[in-house]
């Protein structure tokens, strides 16, 4: 495979290798899926300032967050059934968390279990919890995460129902699969994603959650199944019963993140679920500002939502956040090419974020803040005249 040179490029090979249904999951998000689109084109928007006359030619990416040196000041988003973009998914994403010391975040619906990727992390993965539909697996996932060694627990709280995902609906993405003849063309049409599914044991190309195969509670995995249990009542007993760090996902009200805060969670995690929940949500950079003026500079505030290149992370960083996650911009790089293509994707971002940084002045990811923001110099000299 030749190398991919940016996310978008390796958009439109994942597009060409993925069956349509396969990819339109990966790609899609909810209602029009402009908030999907506007995540991204409101990092863009946002300019920063180029400062010269500093000596940046030596520059570290490495920071600490919720008390863990990384090697990147981005990590690897939460998403269930990776394995759809390429087989193995969740294992060369472990393999380049360990190499880049860098968070993967593991979903409760992964392909392979929450233990076998934090072994593959080499301890560089924290845990996803979705409070499902049975509170008895909930507490079990709770428990095996705690036994394998998990020391950040995220709960996202943005699903309380699923929402409406055209892409799915027209090509009849369910779960388990249901094979009709369109999505036996689809596969057919897609040989080199079907013949490496099936080498790799994925009966039909569907990868299993194997949190769930793998619960003693017998528990199915219900894809359009409601996380309506994670109440406030909910967060306040997970935070008694999880001594370790607690991060809330799928926070834009500057209200919930200051009471979700005020309950004793260590961070507050900016997402709007990639436009994937509620379409009309504002951007999840938008929702930055707001939460961090809320809640102060002593919370450690996660961002995704849009990140497209290395540019977009510093700019999250500048505008408020103190760590990144990227999500869709992985699986095209895992769809593109595999292991390959996700190792070019992360090492892209990184190079761009290491450039950026320069440009903008500085050699650590510490010295990043508003005053980057080519807004914080608009003086307007009012008097003048
Ligand atoms: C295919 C896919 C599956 C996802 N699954 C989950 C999930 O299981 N849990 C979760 O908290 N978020 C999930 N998300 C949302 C991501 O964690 C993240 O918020 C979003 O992808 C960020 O936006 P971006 O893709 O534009 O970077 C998923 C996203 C995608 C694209």
New binding site residues.
């Given amino acids: 495979m030749n190398k991919c040179f940016s996310v978008a490029e390796a958009r439109l090979r994942a597009r060409k290798r993925l069956p349509r249904m396969m990819f339109d999951?990966?790609d899609g998000a909810s209602g029009d899926e402009s908030l999907?689109q506007l995540?991204?084109s409101a990092l863009d928007a946002i300019r920063l300032m180029p400062r010269v006359l500093r000596d940046v030619a030596d520059r570290d990416l490495s920071t600490e967050i919720l008390g863990e040196q990384m090697g990147l000041p981005f990590g690897i988003?939460?998403?269930?059934?990776?394995a759809l973009s390429w087989p193995n998914a969740d294992q060369h994403m472990a393999r380049a968390a360990a190499s880049c010391k860098m968070p993967l975040?593991v979903?409760?619906?992964s392909s392979a279990t929450l233990e076998t990727i934090i072994e593959a992390a080499e301890g560089y993965a924290w845990f996803?919890l979705?409070a499902d539909q049975s509170a008895e697996f909930v507490d079990e996932l709770v428990q095996r995460a705690k036994v394998s060694g998990y020391r950040v627990l995220?709960l996202?709280v943005d699903?309380p129902i699923p929402s409406v995902r055209t892409r799915d609906l027209r090509n009849g993405f369910t779960f388990p699969l249901h094979l009709g003849p369109r999505q036996i063309w689809d596969f057919a049409s897609h040989p080199h994603w079907s013949l490496a599914s099936l080498i790799h044991g994925l009966g039909a190309g569907m990868p299993r959650p194997m949190n769930y195969a793998t619960s003693s509670q017998g528990t199915k995995f219900v894809r359009n199944a409601s996380r309506g249990r994670a109440t406030w009542e909910f967060l306040q007993r997970l935070r008694d019963r999880w001594p370790a760090k607690l991060v809330v996902?799928?926070v834009q009200c500057p209200d919930d993140a200051a009471r979700i805060c005020a309950l004793g969670a260590d961070a507050i995690y900016v997402?709007?679920?990639?436009?994937?929940q509620l379409n009309g949500a504002p951007t999840s950079i938008e929702s930055l500002a707001v939460i961090r003026q809320a809640v102060g500079n002593a919370t450690p505030l996660i961002y995704?939502?849009?990140?497209r290149n290395g540019e977009h992370v510093i700019k999250a960083l500048a505008s408020g956040a103190d760590f990144a996650?990227?999500?869709?911009?992985v699986?095209y790089g895992l769809g593109a090419g595999g292991a390959r293509g996700l190792s070019d994707i992360l090492g892209l971002i990184s190079t761009e974020a290491s450039a950026v940084m320069g440009l903008a002045g500085h050699r650590q990811i510490t010295d990043i803040g508003a005053d980057n923001l080519a807004s914080a110099h608009h003086h307007t000299d009012k008097g003048k005249g």
């Fill in positions: 999951f990966v999907s995540n991204s988003a939460p998403m269930g059934m990776c975040c979903s409760t619906a996803q979705y995220i996202t699903v996902k799928g997402s709007n679920h990639g436009g994937r995704d939502g849009g990140i996650m990227v999500g869709r911009s699986l």
